[in-house]
T-cell receptor
Framework: DAGVTQSPTHLIKTRGQQVTLRCSPK?????VSWYQQALGQGPQFIFQ???????QRGNFPDRFSGHQFPNYSSELNVNALLLGDSALYLC????????????FGPGTRLTVT | DQQVKQNSPSLSVQEGRISILNCDYT??????FLWYKKYPAEGPTFLIS?????DKNEDGRFTVFLNKSAKHLSLHIVPSQPGDSAVYFC????????????FGAGTQVVVTP
């Protein structure tokens, strides 16, 4: 039973560019949440997708957007990259309305130069 | 505003002894609390959780205690093992924001032989 998978593992982008990160949830899970973890900090909630809609959003600008597909996989898009967007981006999956526990993927390390 | 706080950035403990990790929160709407463990280059792994209707939950070597009046929870690991060396995150969620986990900054635990 595959857990949460994310791609790519590492990514280097230039300031002003756009990036797309991908996530496949754990089998049987229907909800995907995205988090940003800066160095030395805990993960910060970006947004959550369920039934292909954004259900909740954290305190992140509109440059951060996402999508969920019918197979429950998800993408995180970041436009007009800033140096401060350099971080580990974590995807977590869960079952809507059943349990608070979220299961995390290994993350994508984004470096903006 | 940081609604979940882990005030000890690091903890060193001898193998076989008890590790006690602390976490404080400010939002009275939180009703579910979780602990995650994170190794380098991996995503956070769910450890144990507790609902606000309980004051203790135990799973093997891990016990979480919740003091609602003090808005404080702690994680006890007994006995500590070298494989427990990792960063531990406290997280909280509420029924008013289901699925949005708010994390503390983490505590680095080092278990020495």
């Amino acid at each position: 039973d595959a857990g949460v998978t994310q791609s790519p593992t590492h990514l280097i982008k230039t300031r002003g560019q756009q990036v797309t990160l991908r996530c496949s949830p754990k089998s049987g899970h229907d909800t995907v949440s995205w988090y940003q973890q800066a160095l030395g900090q805990g993960p910060q909630f970006i947004f959550q997708y369920y039934e292909e809609e954004e259900r909740q959003r954290g305190n992140f600008p509109d440059r951060f957007s996402g999508h969920q597909f019918p197979n429950y996989s998800s993408e995180l898009n970041v436009n007009a990259l800033l140096l401060g967007d350099s971080a580990l981006y974590l995807c977590a999956s869960s079952v809507q309305g059943i349990s608070y526990e979220q299961y995390f993927g290994p993350g994508t390390r984004l470096t903006v130069t | 505003d940081q609604q979940v706080k882990q005030n000890s950035p690091s903890l060193s403990v001898q193998e076989g002894r008890i590790s006690i990790l602390n976490c404080d929160y400010t939002n009275s709407m939180f009703d579910y609390f979780l602990w995650y463990k994170k190794y380098p280059a991996e995503g956070p792994t769910f450890l144990i959780s507790i609902s606000s209707i309980k004051d203790k939950n135990e799973d093997g070597r891990f016990t979480v205690f919740l003091n609602k009046s003090a808005k404080h929870l702690s994680l006890h690991i007994v006995p500590s093992q070298p494989g427990d060396s990792a960063v531990y995150f406290c997280a909280a969620s509420g029924s008013d924001s289901w699925g949005k986990l708010q994390f503390g900054a983490g505590t680095q635990v080092v278990v020495t032989p």
